[in-house]
């Protein structure tokens, strides 16, 4: 087992001792009657291990900046091969590059995971890491139909079929219109 499986087992494991942080403690009318403000000690530690458990998490799990670079990486991506596949411009590669994107929305997540290529299980990983599933919606249906159906075409062609869907085309609204015909 590698560090980080046993990382990651330790942060989901039964506890050991249910009641190790209990708030009431024993079940006595006396301890049942207790409110949470009357057991500040038991919040402290279980705030501490829960910020020791997250620390571990975040060391093993990558952020979405550091997968999307990951994934540049492997593709030898640099600014002009990002902006060309995503229509995302300098500005987002380099809080990509730089780590400085905490909440990206979804539309850039789908973005990014279009230009990338990515099939719909790598693009489920980010958009998880990026806090996103899919959902029943017929937008979101829509996003996975171009993972599953349209894998390997253009974001160019992605976007002319969002648009005859009456949907957002992907990239940057700053760029101008790129029009392709779906080969």
């Known amino acids: ?7 990651l087992r330790s942060i989901f494991k039964e506890p050991q001792n249910k009641n190790k942080y209990s708030v009431h403690g024993a079940n006595t ?3 049942s009657k207790r409110s949470v403000i009357d057991n500040m000690a038991v919040l402290k530690k279980l705030k501490e291990s829960f910020e020791t458990e997250y620390a571990e998490y975040i060391a093993v799990v990558p952020s979405f900046c550091q997968l999307v ?12 091969v990002f902006k060309e596949k995503t229509l995302l411009g300098d500005a987002m590669y380099s809080r990509i590059v730089n780590n400085d994107i905490r909440s990206p929305s979804f539309h850039t997540v789908m973005t990014i995971c279009v230009g990338l290529g990515l099939n719909v299980k790598m693009a489920e990983q980010l958009l ?3 806090g996103y599933a899919f959902g029943v919606t017929e937008e979101f249906q829509v996003y996975h139909f171009i993972l599953t159906s349209m894998n390997g075409y253009s974001i160019d062609e992605c976007n002319t079929f969002l648009e005859h869907m009456g949907m957002e085309p992907l990239g940057s609204r700053h760029r101008a219109p790129r029009k392709a015909e779906i080969t």
Do not use: L
């Not at 087992?1 to 990382?7: F, I, L, N, R, V």
């Not at 670079?69 to 002009?80: A, T, Y």
């Open 1 to 7: 087992m590698s560090g980080g499986e046993g990382a």
């Open 69 to 80: 670079k990951g994934f540049m990486e492997r593709r030898r991506w640099n600014s002009i």
């Open 128 to 130: 998880n890491t990026a």
């Open 29 to 31: 009318e006396k301890n």
